[in-house]
């Protein structure tokens, strides 16, 4: 059989390098292009996985014709979402977008509607679905565990998105201060902050813990820092037919959690009728709590099923096997999300509690 042809588009998002490793490494798949309108930005990738020049592009179309992909892996900065998934979905081929899934509700429905004219599959990344601790959490919670899920509390962030590189390469703090003028991360128009970077991870596994249910309302509160037009702390609260629950984004956590976890930790606390489970990020290990046993338990976490442990291989394992996207990377589930995300942003911008926008 014919290996996957995977592309890369767009190298704004420091996780293309983490996953062109993963295409690299996986038996049925190949890197057949990259592209981004600078070169610099690929040189790396470049390097690393010997990427031939007939292979490199700085036009996007003209990276897709010629290669003829069968996935497309696009980590362009949020604003450019939605204009990517437009521009590929021309081409028919398979999209990986690497969270978050858009930078408005309605750029992740024109996203959806463009790609629903193809036929083809369309996976919104988030790198925490991949964590063992996250899945047996979720695990649990549909086992009926702790009885009804009632409310989730997450926390997530890192020092901040220039610290590292791909494959988590360290950058100085001096660096960092002299790249935050010229980067997206820290621009409005581009998408940039905390919020929209870390909230969707929250809002995303917190409906998936939730089986699919929104809230009635959001009300979200983000720091305001002289000198930075984007956010670098937010919290949001969710109401919900049956209870509370909060999402907090912070860049400039202590220390980055996969080295070494700051407080507060990096995870989940998910709280039910009968019980509660906390999830941390890279534990190997989730702890329990229930009516039966209230003394806290350590639950080892459950090895991933083959096809299930990383975003290409499950993705490919999709489109080998004509299987539905599901999960934390289907776009349904994903918009309810986006809804959370949007509603918070408007909420801080206009320091008041709203409903979740349609």
Known sequence: ?????????????????????????????????????????????????????????????????????????????????ADHVVALAKHNVHIHVEKPFAASTADAKRMMAAMAQTGKLMAINWPLAWYPSHNTCKRLIEDGVIGELIE??????????????????????????????????????????SLL?????????????????????????????????????????????QGLSKMETRWGTFTDPWVTQPQPQCGFVVVGTGGTISSYDYDDFVTVQTAAEPDQKKVPVDVLAPGHTNPIEYILNCIENNRPIEGPLSPDLCLTA?????????????????????
């Open 152 to 193: 989730v509390h997450h926390y997530g962030g890192n020092r901040g998105p220039l610290y590292h590189l791909a494959d988590k390469v360290e950058v100085s703090a001096e660096q960092v201060e002299q790249q935050k003028p010229e980067s997206w991360w820290y621009r409005k128009a581009s998408g940039g902050g």
């Open 197 to 241: 970077d870390y909230l969707g991870y929250g809002a995303t596994l917190g409906t998936w813990f939730m089986d699919g249910r929104a809230p009635l309302e959001v009300t979200c509160v983000v720091d305001q820092t002289a000198g930075i037009e984007v956010d670098q702390h937010s919290i949001t609260i969710c109401r919900y037919e």
């Open 1 to 81: 059989m014919s290996k996957f042809r995977v592309t890369g588009i767009n190298f704004d998002h420091m996780h293309m390098g983490d996953l062109l490793r993963l295409v690299h490494e996986h038996p049925k798949a190949e890197i057949v292009g990259i592209y981004d309108k600078s070169r610099d930005k690929m040189a790396q990738a470049i390097a690393d996985f010997d990427i031939p020049e007939d292979a490199v592009f700085t036009d996007l179309d003209a990276c897709v014709v010629q290669t003829k992909p069968d996935l497309a892996i696009m980590c362009a900065a949020t604003a450019e979402h």
């Open 338 to 358: 986006q809804r959370i995300v949007d509603t918070a942003y408007l909420s801080a911008q206009q320091k008041k509690t709203l409903a979740l926008v349609s």
